[in-house]
Each structure stands twice: as structure tokens, then as C-alpha cells.
């Protein structure tokens, strides 16, 4: 019986953590840090959107990347002067330690200037990649 027990103890331990897991990955939000942080085109090795970055940190066998690949080319497309930049995490493991990046896909949001605006970690849903946006993009 002890068994039992234990056992769906241990069940409902693990199904309370990957709710809340699911439901935190790919959200965007706001960190206090990274507001003083930005990047240049030097740090990204490609130029900066006219009026936002979208920026993607993958990894070769990371399978959300793909998808997250799929929804930032598509948003970009969608917003003149916002620009998709994929950066390859395993290969700039100074700007993924400088920017605090801890799992693939991360997607940070800049600003024209290049200031992080929002971040997610996880594969964001197109809807909040949107929303970001309206807040990092200046009225033309």
C-alpha cells in the first residue's frame, strides 16, 4: 500500500510540473536586465532591422527551432523594416553567456537601436511574437 502511494505521489508531483513547465515555455516577457543591454550588427554578424530585429538562438538538433525559424520569417515578412536573424548557439557561446541564454530556441526581441526589448525562451507562439513587435516598432 506505502507503494501506492508513493507512486501517485510521485505522479502528481511530475503532471504539477509539466503543466506549469508547458504553460511558462515560449512566453514573452520583459526582464529587468536586459533593457540595458544591446546589440550591434558586429555582435549579431549580420545588419539590424530598420525597425526591429527578431533574434533566434538555435541549435543544430533543436526540433522547436524549426518551427520558431518558420514563425519569425513569416512575421518578419509581414512587417516592413523588421528583419529575422538566426544565430547558431553552439558557435557564439560568448554572446549566448553574455545574453543569458539557456535553452534553444530563445528569441529576443530588439528595438532599431538594438536595445532587448522582450525574450522568450521556448518556441513563442506567432501571436505574442506580434505583440513584442508592437512594442519594439516605432510608428512609421
Excluded at 114 to 131: F, L, N
Amino acid at each position: 500500500m506505502t507503494g501506492l502511494i508513493v507512486c501517485l505521489a510521485v505522479l502528481a508531483a511530475a503532471s504539477v510540473y509539466g503543466v506549469v513547465h508547458r504553460r511558462k515555455d515560449g512566453r514573452v516577457r520583459v526582464r529587468a536586465k536586459d533593457g540595458d543591454e544591446r546589440l550591434t550588427a558586429g555582435d549579431l554578424g549580420e545588419p539590424l532591422g530598420e525597425r526591429a530585429t527578431l533574434v533566434q538562438f538555435s541549435s543544430a538538433f533543436c526540433a522547436p527551432c524549426r518551427a520558431t525559424r518558420r514563425v519569425l520569417d513569416e512575421v518578419a515578412g509581414m512587417v516592413p523594416g523588421v528583419r529575422h536573424v538566426e544565430i547558431d548557439a553552439e558557435a557564439n557561446l560568448e554572446l549566448v553567456r553574455r545574453l543569458n541564454v539557456l535553452k534553444t530556441p530563445t528569441v529576443l526581441v530588439l528595438a532599431a537601436d538594438g536595445s532587448i526589448v522582450r525574450r522568450a525562451a521556448g518556441q513563442p507562439r506567432r501571436a505574442d511574437v506580434i505583440a513584442a513587435l508592437g512594442t519594439a516598432v516605432e510608428p512609421v
